[in-house]
């Protein structure tokens, strides 16, 4: 995991406009850019502040239970708390290395669960202190623009204060990723049920609701762009506007219908909820270790170099715990490879895309029609088929705005040998196949990208390095998505 964070702070600090350019070689293909401008770490300050929000109205929250005697959500509350803060330490802790270091203040601060305060701080001071004196040395990041279907190489110089604040980034996503599904999802569940039994609402905890949807959205952003980063190192990302906000909306309508059905779900069949629950985590942990076994692979030696066998196996447990969380709730937008030095695989994965929104989709809607017939006295004043018919169409809008995000808004869309209106439209046309057999061209962006000889497009997928065939016939293309998906390109 070290050498994936270094790599990923050479990808977030890659980010710049080609007009900062310095030097054009005489063929244009390669761009020398002199990096002088660091971008302020938004990031870092806004998992600081869902941070510390969720710590101060979690605490509040549990003063008033224990006015009013309820140990129960007292109890649970607290754990949904120190669960996450103390992992956000550890990992805080890990990724800086602080434990070869001489730092007893910071080291106490995160006994104390303020280590994301304290590194906030720390990344604000290198960024208002950046530019003020040279930097003692500097290095070169070489990445691959994506630029009207064209690939340009370009390089980016690389001080100091760039290489330490991109550290911090790195950090934060991680630490916003465990807060948002190891803390705010299960606090949200929880207050969201708390709220139904005791019929009455109460402010505090709805402010604790509203900054846990919060995180949890944020958390699931940052965790797509992360897949996003770590997939395409080789190249230059930018998130639009547009891309942002569809994957907003994606996962906001996702998170909240899936962590409704399981609340009302569990209001009608309290016990039975625990087995859903734990039988979805089981699997998705279990999961890649069952593929790992299967691929007879040995473990990665690269997370940690002062690790032992034993201690690279907590690790990954940890990470696969993680990452069978965030399943539970969402889609994950990556699949583990634990034989990998960076856990995760790098092909899209059509066909795993596809069922977890089917396996999904059903079993919410199997969670809302148990409630249905088995719902309490407390909901005859609400309509139930309507509330119901609400939350599927919320999921589809959700399954809706996800494609539209990889057909139009994915950063490396032009990569995809197949996108999702070739898939969509192979699904149309099995239909109509013995009255239409006239080629059909495809409006995916797929073959408009141009990659230069010394970065092929082998190095993300030696199996999809070839373009689709526009002017084969119907059949033969059909066949050639169907195979594609199936393999999992």
């Known amino acids: 995991m070290s050498e994936v964070t270094m790599e990923e702070q050479e990808r977030e600090i890659s980010d710049v406009d080609p007009q900062e350019c310095s030097s054009v070689e005489e063929n244009g293909v390669m761009l020398v850019v002199n990096h002088s401008r660091i971008r302020p770490p938004f990031s870092v300050v806004l998992a600081t502040v869902l941070y510390c929000a969720e710590f101060v109205s979690a605490v509040v929250l549990c003063s008033r ?75 070169i990041s070489r990445k691959i623009s994506l630029k009207k279907g064209q690939g340009t190489p370009m390089e980016w110089e690389i001080g100091q204060s760039e290489r330490n604040l991109a550290t911090h980034r790195n950090a934060f996503k991680r630490t916003a990723v465990i807060q948002a599904f190891l803390g705010s999802t299960p606090q949200l569940t929880l207050q969201l049920y708390a709220t139904i039994q005791e019929k009455y609402f109460l402010p505090t905890r709805w402010v604790l609701m509203i900054i846990t949807l919060i995180s949890i959205i944020y958390g699931a952003v940052v965790c797509s762009v992360l897949a996003i980063q770590i997939r395409y190192d080789d190249y230059k990302l930018r998130l639009r506007p547009a891309a942002y906000l569809c994957m907003i909306v994606w996962r906001g309508l996702e998170i909240a219908t899936r962590i409704t059905a399981l609340v009302l779900f569990s209001t009608a069949l309290t016990h039975w909820v625990i087995l859903v629950g734990v039988a979805n985590l089981l699997f998705f942990f279990f999961l890649p270790w069952a593929e790992f076994w299967a691929k007879k692979g040995s473990l990665t030696e690269n997370i940690e170099k002062n690790f032992s066998k034993l201690g690279t196996t907590v690790v990954l447990c940890m990470f696969t715990l993680l990452y069978a969380c965030i399943n539970v709730f969402c889609w994950s937008a990556v699949q583990l490879d634990l034989s990998h030095r960076e856990l995760i695989e790098r092909k899209q994965r059509w066909d795993r895309l596809a069922m977890y929104y089917c396996g999904r989709f059903v079993e919410n809607f199997l969670l ?83 990659l230069v000889p010394d970065e092929p497009l082998e190095l993300l997928d030696p199996q999809n390095s070839e373009p689709p065939d526009l002017t084969s016939q119907l059949g033969e293309r059909e066949t050639a998505i169907v195979e594609d998906m199936m393999e999992a390109a």
């Open 65 to 139: 239970y224990h006015k009013t005697d309820d140990t129960i959500w007292m109890s649970f509350t607290i754990t949904f708390m120190l669960v996450p803060a103390v992992l956000i330490q550890l990992a805080l802790t890990f990724i800086h290395r602080d434990l070869g270091r001489d730092r007893p203040l910071v080291l106490f601060l995160h006994l104390l669960l303020l280590g994301p305060l304290i590194r906030c701080v720390e990344a604000l001071v290198i960024y208002f202190r950046a530019g003020k004196k040279e930097e003692p040395y500097v290095t």
């Open 368 to 450: 809302i029609t148990l409630w249905y017939f088995y719902k309490s006295d407390f909901y005859e004043y609400v309509c139930a088929p309507l509330l119901a018919v609400q939350l599927l169409i919320c999921y589809s809008l959700a399954v809706v705005f996800m494609l539209l995000f990889y057909q139009f808004c994915h950063p490396c869309r032009r990569l995809f040998k197949y996108n999702v209106h070739d898939c969509l439209h192979c699904i149309c046309c099995h239909k109509g196949r013995g009255r239409q057999r006239k080629p059909m061209p495809s409006y995916s962006t797929a073959a408009t990208m141009v």
